[in-house]
């Protein structure tokens, strides 16, 4: 009964909230409600300020702005960019700015001064100093989470960001002044990833969403070339890259279920090329079966494709395409990208079993180090090297962790006043999918 009386007055005001949410979801017809409904409990109670760490993007405000409570705080999440000096392993800085994670990262050279450019869930991009760690510039237009960024210089000079958003647009902005110079027609799916190259002398973004084939367009005039017929290679496409081979042709990368597509600029396939990954004890639709990240490099003077399914790395020769390695690594890899540690070659990862720390391996499956310092999640990480020095860039979100406790103890609180009610399963579930919902956004399951 002590739970009850000190509890009450704010469970009349969040079992009426809840009610509401459960309205707006039924209206809504759309899952995400669920998540942010139980997001809204939090704030009424307000756990031991957990409410600052939570993220929540515009539209997430937008929505809750039309509950009965004024819920939402100014600041409601934190992201960090860390650079890493790749042989010492060390952290050198630290960037803080977007109110949201960081979903992509590019480090590029504009006007002689090193930068590094970021794609955050709260609509926005930033781009860096390197050297300084300052913000220089906020880019802003998109009306929902930047998921991928991609940079490349025309031929006059004008370095462009090509940004592409769950808002379903792909937008192309001038480096140096920021403005928003270019808008691709919307598509039907949240754009997934974006990839520059050249085609016939002419700047081109390559692009997949969720709904359609991957698609090339002219950056400057925003003519559309060619879709990529991957259809018989199955419909989704989960990766993409663009790899400038040492002929200086560029060549399209594309990682579907169990096997890639290699398409000239044009978007004629070269190869279709099957990954091969292990069968035993997988279901058909086992996630690690899905070629999440794919990339060019040149290994030991060869120009190779590396990509990555689950724990399983594949290395093919990227003119040949005869598979030069392949390995598997201790545990899924979240994340992966290439670079270079005191002049060799590695692959920098976030496994599943350590996600907060970044570990780097060689070509031969070798562990060379690990990164740590993060105090959560690593969303993206990138590499390069600047100066004669091999950098990691990577980012990472603080609002999961705090978001989990603070559904743990929301969680304990109904518990506690629903059992004496005679009440435990309902509330006790609306809490727990909401969790399973903020965790498969995160790209946990």
């Not at 109110?99 to 930033?126: E, F």
Request: charged share 20%; proline share 2%; hydrophobic share 45%.
């Amino acid at each position: 009964m002590v739970v009850v009386v000190i509890f009450l007055p704010k469970l009349v005001i969040a079992c009426s909230l809840w009610w509401y949410g459960v309205d707006f979801l039924v209206k809504s017809g759309t899952n995400e409600q669920l998540l942010l409904n139980a997001v809204a409990l939090v704030f009424v109670f307000d756990i031991d300020d957990y409410v600052a760490d939570i993220s929540a993007t515009d539209e997430d405000r937008n929505i809750m702005g039309k509950l009965p409570v004024r819920l939402f705080a100014n600041n409601v999440g934190r992201d960090e960019i860390k650079l890493w000096g790749a042989s010492s392993g060390q952290c050198f800085a630290t960037l803080e700015g977007h109110s949201d994670a960081a979903a992509d990262v590019v480090v590029c050279t504009d006007v002689g001064v090193d930068k590094i450019v970021t794609a955050s869930n709260d609509s926005t991009i930033k781009i860096w100093d390197l050297a300084t760690g300052a913000c220089l510039l906020t880019l802003e237009g998109h009306t929902n989470a930047v998921n991928t960024i991609a940079v490349t210089r025309l031929k006059s000079g004008q370095s462009i960001v090509v940004s592409g958003s769950d808002d379903k647009t792909v937008r192309m902005w001038d480096m140096a002044s920021g403005e928003c110079i270019q808008t691709l027609p919307s598509f039907l799916g949240q754009i997934d990833k974006v990839a520059v190259g050249r085609h016939h002398g002419k700047a081109v973004v390559v692009l997949c969403n969720t709904e359609e084939a991957p698609d090339i367009w002219t950056l400057v005039s925003g003519e559309h070339i060619e879709s990529l017929d991957v259809d018989d290679m199955f419909e989704s496409t989960y990766s993409l890259a663009v790899h400038r081979l040492q002929t200086g042709s560029d060549m399209i990368l594309t990682g579907q279920p169990g096997s890639i597509g290699v398409w000239t600029m044009g978007g004629n396939r070269l190869a279709h090329l099957d990954v091969d990954l292990p069968t035993e004890g997988r279901k058909s639709d086992d996630a690690t079966y899905n070629v999440r990240f794919i990339h060019g490099w040149v290994h030991d003077g060869t120009d190779v494709i590396v990509a990555c399914g689950g724990p399983f790395v594949v290395v093919w020769d990227a003119t040949t395409f005869e598979i030069l390695k392949r390995f598997t690594a201790v545990a899924e890899i979240d994340f992966m990208c290439l670079g270079t540690r005191a002049g060799e070659d590695v692959l920098a990862c976030v496994l599943a079993s350590s996600n907060d720390v970044i570990t780097l391996f060689d070509f031969d499956s070798t562990t060379v180090a690990t990164l740590e310092g993060h105090s959560d999640d690593v969303w993206g990480v990138t590499c390069a090297t600047r100066g004669g020095v091999d950098l990691i860039v990577s980012s990472c979100s603080r609002a999961g962790a705090a978001f989990d406790r603070s559904i743990t103890s929301l969680t304990a609180i109904y518990f506690a006043y629903f059992f004496i009610e005679g009440r435990l399963v309902p509330v006790a579930t609306v809490c727990l999918a909401a969790w399973l919902g903020q965790r498969a956004q995160c790209g946990d399951f």
